[in-house]
């Protein structure tokens, strides 16, 4: 099990998932649809894109492909958005110039107990997802494993969750 305090000062556990979970993706018509995995409470406001450079980037090592906040939606509030969707964010921060690589990193900005803070980041693998036959509601993880959006969740072990008391 490991645990780590969050900036909110509560203490979230992982006990069964990777260190962060893995994020589900998805190719509907021809949209990259990504599924953060989330506790109740919790509420994705933004999210960024970003790949490895070679030298500075951004700084550090990084360079941000797209950034969008507001979530113009329930469903991107609970944690499910488009990259690069004008339907998914009201604010385009940075918008997506050109085709997403097969590989870069999701990093989600989360509203906890009323505070914004940087939610985990997340690598997503195009090609693992173009490989996969999808039903509705199913998505590819980094590992290339076909989850629900409710699995996805199941990840996280969150304060009060049923799941993660059991296992305890």
Known sequence: M????????????TLRAPDPPDFGVRIDGGEVVV????????????????????????????????????????????????????????????????PL????????????????EEGDDGAID???VRGKRLVDGQYVTWEGKVLTRDQINAQRACDGDSRAQAER
């Open 2 to 13: 490991v645990c780590a305090l969050a900036v909110s000062g509560l203490t979230a556990c």
């Open 126 to 128: 195009l090609a693992k």
């Open 35 to 98: 599924a953060y995995p989330i506790c109740p409470g919790e509420s994705v406001s933004g999210a960024l894109v970003s790949v490895n450079v070679d030298g500075d980037g951004r700084g550090d090592g990084f360079e941000t492909l797209w950034s969008a906040s507001g979530p113009a939606s329930p469903e991107v509030r609970g944690g499910v958005f488009g990259v690069g969707s004008e339907r998914s964010f009201r604010y385009e921060e940075r918008a997506l110039v050109r």
């Open 101 to 116: 690589p097969d590989s870069f990193f999701v990093e989600t900005t989360i509203v906890r107990d009323g505070r914004s």
